[in-house]
């Protein structure tokens, strides 16, 4: 069974901090990981992929761990715009249909002024 | 461009309507799917299409069908509705892998059957 597991918080925290929280997969053959934003009743939007070496994005960085089998997301300088909730996503190819991809139910988060 | 189109928006069904939920997109892409979101649930895939005239089954495909006669378009018909397929309903398309590609989603359309 493809499992995504994320904590659903939600992650209460101040304007300017910073925040990290994780995902954690059982499938060891996955292959594709992202972080997908979504805004309240709004669709999901991509926010970034995560590579093996990790990456960074502006005041976001990924990081994949996979001994461990689970992604991390972390937002510095926290901003009241990037309260959200933040899905995991999983592939279970490096390209392919829908079919291979499994979300997270998501972790919500609130920036607080 | 519009990227990916839902229609309608929002709508309410009486158990046993049929209906059908449109999706367009004009990227070009290859594949497109469609996605169920309901409260504590993650996107859940209905079904997926890898081009024009091929569909498959996703996790949960049980009371809706699709087909895919172009590129541009996948509609979604639930043939006769029930309470359980309340939620919302988001169409994806990617282009050349959707594993491995960016997911586009449209705006979704909020179903809810009484």
């Known amino acids: 069974r493809k499992e995504v597991e994320q904590d659903p918080g939600p992650f209460n925290v101040p304007e300017g901090a910073t925040v990290a929280f994780n995902c954690t997969y059982s499938n060891s053959a996955s292959q594709s990981f992202f972080w997908y934003r979504q805004d309240c009743r709004k669709e999901p939007k991509l926010l970034m992929s995560?590579?093996?070496s990790g990456n960074e994005d502006g005041r976001f960085t990924a990081q994949l761990n996979r001994a461990s089998q689970y992604i991390s997301l972390l937002i510095r300088d926290s901003k009241l715009s990037d309260s959200a909730t933040y899905l995991c996503?999983?592939?279970?190819?490096?390209?392919?249909?829908?079919?291979?991809?499994?979300f997270g139910k998501g972790t919500h988060l609130i920036i607080q002024p | 461009n519009a990227g990916v189109t839902q229609t309608p928006k929002f709508q309410v069904l009486k158990t046993g309507q049929s209906m059908t939920l449109q999706c367009a997109q004009d990227m070009n892409h290859e594949y497109m799917s469609w996605y169920r979101q309901d409260p504590g649930m993650g996107l859940r895939l209905i079904h997926y299409s890898v081009g024009a005239g091929i569909t498959d089954q996703g996790e949960v495909p049980n009371g809706y069908n699709v087909s895919r006669s172009t590129t541009e378009d996948f509609p979604l018909r639930l043939l006769s509705a029930a309470p359980s397929q309340t939620s919302v309903y988001f169409c994806a398309s990617s282009s050349t892998g959707g594993a491995g590609y960016e997911q586009y989603f449209g705006p979704g359309t909020r179903l809810t059957v009484t």
């Open positions: 995560v590579y093996s």
């Open positions: 996503v999983v592939g279970l190819y490096s390209g392919g249909g829908a079919d291979g991809l499994t």
